[in-house]
């Protein structure tokens, strides 16, 4: 039995900003109510697209993520990386959409589809990405954020009462939440069987330990593709 309340899904990083070049260069929402998605047949579209331009070999425009199960605690975040070290100087266009089964009175639920997309521009000037930065008080308030206010739930939908405003300030990347993420990423791009990696430095040793810790590791990346992590894989979730 899943609770009413506010469902929400903002999009942590990256903003409308310029950041170096990056072998691990993240995308991260959070989701407030994580609980919810599985009982509002909620899931994630997503397109980045280097120049806008949806043939140029950066470009990506397949990412979904479904989320099935409920997913644990307040506040789950949900993060991509990909590789701009072979893109110094462009733009990128990072589209979302996020989708809601809304049940109707009638009784046939229909989709609300909310679309956001950031511009954001990669180029050695830039700034280093930062999570932690992106969730505090000066910037959290510019996150791309959706809100539904979800008074009871039906057969895979959600009766959804007036759209509520957001409240992305709620959400608080720890710096060694942060850290995990790029720990996971790392772990993933290391892990035997993987999707064609690129030349991440991976751990030598079967140690976890250095898993654990991204600031002992340097990134190499040696593709030419820009290189799409996790696509396909829908569970790779972790918590704030
Ligand atoms: C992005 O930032 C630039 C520079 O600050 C600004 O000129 C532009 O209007 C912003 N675009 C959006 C969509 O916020
Ligand atoms: C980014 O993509 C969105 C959705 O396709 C589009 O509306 C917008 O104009 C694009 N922005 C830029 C700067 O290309
Ligand atoms: C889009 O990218 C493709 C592949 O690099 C290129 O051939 C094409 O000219 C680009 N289109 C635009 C409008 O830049
Ligand atoms: C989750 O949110 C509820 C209500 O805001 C709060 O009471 C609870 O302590 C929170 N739990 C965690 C793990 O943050
Ligand atoms: C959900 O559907 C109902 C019709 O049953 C409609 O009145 C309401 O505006 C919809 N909610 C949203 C947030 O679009
Ligand atoms: C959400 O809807 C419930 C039920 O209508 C209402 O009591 C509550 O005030 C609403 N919350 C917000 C933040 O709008
Ligand atoms: C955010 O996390 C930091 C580090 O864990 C903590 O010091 C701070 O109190 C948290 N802020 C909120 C609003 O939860
Ligand atoms: C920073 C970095 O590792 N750059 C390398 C990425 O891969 C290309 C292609 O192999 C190299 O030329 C760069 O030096």
């Known amino acids: 039995m899943t609770n009413p309340g506010i ?90 959409t996020l989708w809601v089964n809304n049940c109707s009175q009638e009784g046939s639920s229909q989709y609300i589809l909310k679309t956001g997309s950031t511009v954001f521009t990669i180029s050695k000037s830039g700034q280093e990405p930062d999570l932690v930065a992106a969730t505090s008080a000066g910037q959290c308030d510019a996150m791309d954020a959706y809100a539904f206010n979800v008074t009871s739930f039906g057969e895979n939908c959600g009766y959804l009462g007036p759209t509520p405003t957001t409240n992305p300030c709620a959400v608080n990347i720890s710096s060694s939440a942060a850290s995990s993420l790029y720990a996971s990423a790392t772990t993933w791009y290391c892990a035997p069987n993987t999707v064609d990696n690129p030349n991440v430095t991976c751990p030598t040793s079967t140690s976890t330990s250095s898993a654990s810790n991204p600031a002992s590791q340097s990134f190499m990346v040696t593709r030419t593709a820009l290189l799409m992590l996790l696509v396909g894989i829908t569970n790779f979730i972790l918590m704030g």
């Open 7 to 96: 469902f929400e899904v903002d999009l942590v990083f990256p903003r409308n900003a310029t950041y170096t070049p990056q072998a691990l260069m993240p995308i991260v929402w959070a989701v407030q109510r994580p609980d919810m998605p599985p009982a509002l047949a909620s899931s994630i579209t997503w397109s980045l697209l280097e120049s806008n331009n949806y043939t140029a070999p950066g470009s990506s425009d397949d990412g979904l993520i479904e989320m099935l199960s409920p997913l644990p605690g307040n506040e789950t975040l949900i993060s991509r990386f990909f590789n701009t070290i072979e893109y110094p100087d462009g733009y990128w266009n990072l589209t979302w």
